[in-house]
């Protein structure tokens, strides 16, 4: 009976930046647990065969988008398109995101900018799209991917830093909001993953090696280990939980 509870039938998932990396690997684990999805990305070429990946990996419907989420219009004809074609939609995952590192007297505004409106102002106004729907229906999960420099700094990300620690507190503001109506708010935050963002990091050996020091579980994690996750907070394995935060860090922020 507890594993009925993370089937996700009937469902229908969207996912943001799911063209790869993290938003790819929960795209594919919401649908292997049953769900229906609608990925979503900016590059057209890129979210096509994401979807065809989730699509031949699980067996079910995955519908490709291209919107950019921090263009109000293009989101609510995002949130049109996916009513249209499944007629409902219970799972929202805010997992697009960009970081533009520079040192802190080096940081142009208008990167600033560019991160808080993807990072933070995306995510709200995926919400503000979904969620009419969502009260309608008095159901709905909503998970948005913050990260572990939500809870601490880190040189050199000051834009990144503020956007996910305002994106942390968006949560569980949003959560009391939407809780008399059936509807969860949740965050996971992330530690260092093997995904195209952090390759930058990645490839520079020094900063890898310094990045491994701060890693109990000594080594990054793999896009596919946060999707049991995701699927846990999706689905009805967690339905009193709402306004938390899930850290995978490989214990980064247990020190």
Known sequence: MVLERFKLEGRVAMVTGA???????MAKALAEAGAETVVVSRHEEEIRAAAQQVQEASGRRSLAVVADVT????????????????????????????NLRHPFTELPTE???????????????CCRAVVPHMLSRRYGRI???????????????????????????FTKALALELAPYGITVNA?????FMTEINRVILNDPEKYQAFIAKIPLGR??????????????????APFMTGAVLVIDGGWTAQ
């Open 143 to 169: 998970i948005n991917v913050a990260s572990i420099l939500a809870h601490v700094g880190l040189a050199e990300r000051t834009p990144y830093c503020a956007s996910k620690g305002g994106l942390l507190l």
């Open 71 to 98: 263009d109000q219009a293009q989101v609510e004809n995002l949130v049109q398109q996916t009513l249209a074609e499944f007629g409902h939609l219970d799972i929202l995952i805010n997992n697009a995101g960009i």
């Open 19 to 25: 063209s790869r990396g993290l938003g790819l690997a």
């Open 220 to 237: 990054w994690g793999e896009p596919e280990e946060l999707g049991g996750a995701a699927v846990f907070l999706a689905s009805d394995a």
């Open 111 to 125: 990167d600033w900018e560019a991160v808080l409106a993807t990072n933070l102002t995306g995510p709200m106004l």
């Open 188 to 192: 996971l935050c992330p530690g260092p």
